[in-house]
């Protein structure tokens, strides 16, 4: 049913504690007025920091929308809380977030599965401080070196020269957990939208910096998103599969964005699968739902019509 919680008391979780808090905030903001302008009048923003959530569970809302990005707010953690509390939230559920977020099981699933992800292979964090203390290792370049759990590009570099090899170590040694050293592609920027398994569109993204860094992604204007991807049809369909099946391999749920890189021989190769994807007014996702007619704040409802407790899908 459409407005299934126009009178109750619905939260938007936002803010925390990640890196990609700042996104967060903007994404709350954006479901905030959305839900204002469609007339929910017992909208509750609560910064998901300890203190809120604290308070969160001393008066659960009748549902969650979820704005987080990152961290514990992507990662299934505020996810499990919500679980206890029965508090029905947007998105994928606690296993699905905890496998996506993780870069190196999620393209364990994919391998496992036979679906195009480069190489790859992680160092755990006494490794990285080891080889950074013995600096004549020989580096495998070209590479992308980037944090295992993190996102929005934080920590993320693309390693053409040697030289550069131990400078990204340092760079993603800043954000928590692991470091993945990933095969570097060549070519094609594309990232696919999925509501609740269907393709809602391709979008190429052709950055004017050296890769889609985090100022390519939040303030550099030059950015060039073209909406439909200039791909040819038989391209977009097996891309769609591709990430549909990635989906289904992660266990995921609602809205996600998939990003990917094309080769020079226009071959698919998949990065990662978002479970919080960016939700502001200029977001993807949300350029991807107005490109086939549904403005903003339908789209804010549409998500939150199917908040959902993975207790309810498994025992329901
Ligand atoms: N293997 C790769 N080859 C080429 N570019 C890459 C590769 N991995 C990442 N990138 C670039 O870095 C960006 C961020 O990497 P991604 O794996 O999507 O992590 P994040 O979670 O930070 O978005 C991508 O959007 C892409 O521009
Ligand atoms: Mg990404």
């Known amino acids: 049913m459409v407005g299934t919680w126009r009178s109750s008391r619905v939260a938007v979780l936002y803010g925390g504690v990640s890196d990609e808090r700042e996104v967060s905030i903007k994404t709350g903001e954006a479901f905030h007025f959305a839900l204002l302008s469609l007339g929910y009048?017992?909208?509750?923003?609560?910064?998901?920091?300890?203190?809120g959530l604290l308070k969160l569970a001393s008066n659960p809302p009748d549902v969650a929308l979820l704005a987080l990005h990152g961290g514990l707010g992507e990662n299934g953690s505020v996810q499990g809380m919500l679980e206890c509390l029965k508090v029905p939230y947007t998105g994928s559920g606690v296993?699905?977030?905890?496998?996506?977020?993780n870069k190196d099981t999620a393209k364990s699933l994919f391998r496992?599965?036979?679906?195009?992800?480069?190489?790859?292979?992680?160092?755990?964090?006494?490794?990285?401080?080891?080889?950074?203390?013995?600096?004549?290792?020989?580096?495998?370049?070209p590479c992308v070196v980037k944090p295992v759990t993190s996102g929005s590009?934080?920590?993320?570099?693309?390693?053409?020269?040697?030289?550069?090899?131990?400078?990204?170590?340092?760079?993603a040694m800043r954000c928590p957990g692991p470091v993945m050293i990933e095969a570097l592609i060549e070519g094609?920027?594309?990232t696919v939208g999925l509501m609740d398994g269907q393709v809602m569109g391709i979008i190429e993204i052709a950055p004017d910096r050296n890769f889609y860094d985090y100022k390519a992604k939040y303030q550099d204007p030059k950015t060039n998103?073209?909406?439909?991807?200039?791909?040819?049809?038989?391209?977009?369909?097996e891309i769609g599969r591709l990430v549909q099946e990635a989906n289904r391999v992660l266990g995921c749920r609602g809205v996600v964005r998939a990003d990917l890189m094309l080769d020079a021989e226009d071959r698919p190769w998949l990065l990662e699968v978002n479970t919080t994807p960016g939700m502001t007014e200029t977001s993807l996702v949300p350029k991807l739902a107005r490109g086939s007619g549904i403005e903003?704040?339908?789209?804010?409802?549409?998500?939150?019509?199917?908040a959902r407790l993975d207790a309810d899908l498994q025992y329901g």
Not at 115 to 130: H, I, K, Y
Not at 225 to 237: C, T
Request: charged share 25%.
């Open 112 to 141: 496992m599965a036979g679906l195009p992800t480069p190489d790859w292979q992680v160092l755990d964090r006494a490794r990285v401080e080891q080889i950074l203390s013995q600096p004549d290792i020989d580096a495998q370049v």
């Open 41 to 51: 009048k017992k909208v509750e923003m609560v910064d998901a920091t300890g203190e």
């Open 225 to 237: 998103y073209l909406m439909p991807a200039p791909i040819p049809d038989r391209l977009q369909q």
């Open 188 to 190: 094609r920027e594309l």
């Open 95 to 101: 296993h699905g977030c905890a496998t996506a977020m």
């Open 296 to 306: 903003f704040e339908q789209f804010t409802e549409m998500m939150l019509d199917n």
């Open 153 to 171: 590009s934080v920590g993320v570099t693309l390693v053409r020269e040697a030289d550069q090899y131990y400078g990204a170590l340092e760079a």
